[in-house]
């Protein structure tokens, strides 16, 4: 499987504060890039996707930046909230395949 | 959202028995369903693209005569651990494409196999 890269892997941050992953890919054929966060014990759940033609995409308190260029995209969780604390997942894909990062331990303190 | 319904969620089996799992999705056809496999703290990994009326995809390294998969119909795929030993204990979750082209996957919420 061609790889995606993501770091930290884990991330501890305080209540309000704002909670960055970044991940970066090999495979220029990649054409989706979506995020999941993932509970203890549950199957992953799409939080937001971006496509390469768009460097920004925001939902609520959840920003994807794309860098096309640079082959990487970060998930920028602003206001973070103790019940943010989970693991996320990068992934990218062509078509239905995706390919996962590694997965990032996300803790918010309150 | 779309539904995707995996059962049993948790399974204990003792070793060289088979365990079956099924994936459903609920509210939408699949012409295309994914199984994986993730151990603690890992990421998934693909085991097999599974269409329907078809034979699986496996990935490589994946063993087919152990991981059955069946994807008779457009709701329901299963896939079967057969002579399952502890080196098979992890969690198992499969996912549904709509079956109108769609990039946007749903997953099942995973079964925790335990293999005595």
């Known amino acids: 499987q061609q790889q995606v890269k993501q770091s930290p892997q884990s991330l501890i941050v305080q209540k309000g504060g704002i909670s960055i992953i970044n991940c970066a890919y090999e495979n220029t054929a990649f054409d989706y890039f979506p995020w999941y966060q993932q509970f203890p014990g549950k199957g992953p759940a799409l939080l937001i996707a971006i496509r390469p033609d768009v460097s920004e995409k925001k939902e609520g308190r959840f920003t994807i930046s794309f860098n096309k260029s640079a082959k990487q995209f970060s998930l920028h969780i602003m206001d973070s909230q103790p019940g943010d604390s989970a693991t996320y997942f990068c992934a990218a894909s062509s078509g239905s395949r995706l390919t996962f990062g590694e997965g990032t331990q996300l803790t918010v303190n309150p | 959202g779309a539904v995707v319904s995996q059962h049993p969620s948790w399974v204990i089996c003792k070793s060289g028995t088979s365990v079956k799992i099924e994936c459903r999705s609920l509210d939408f056809q699949a012409t295309t369903m994914f199984w994986y496999r993730q151990f603690p703290k890992q990421s998934l990994m693909l085991m097999a693209t599974?269409?329907?009326?078809?034979?699986?995809?496996?990935e490589q390294g994946v063993e087919k005569d152990k991981f059955l998969i069946n994807h008779a119909s457009l709701t329901l795929s299963t896939l079967t651990v057969t002579s399952a030993h502890p080196e098979d204990s992890s969690f198992y979750i499969c996912s549904a494409t709509p079956t109108v082209p769609s990039e946007k996957l749903f997953f099942g919420s995973g079964t925790q196999l335990s293999v005595l």
């Open positions: 599974s269409n329907e009326g078809s034979k699986a995809t496996y």
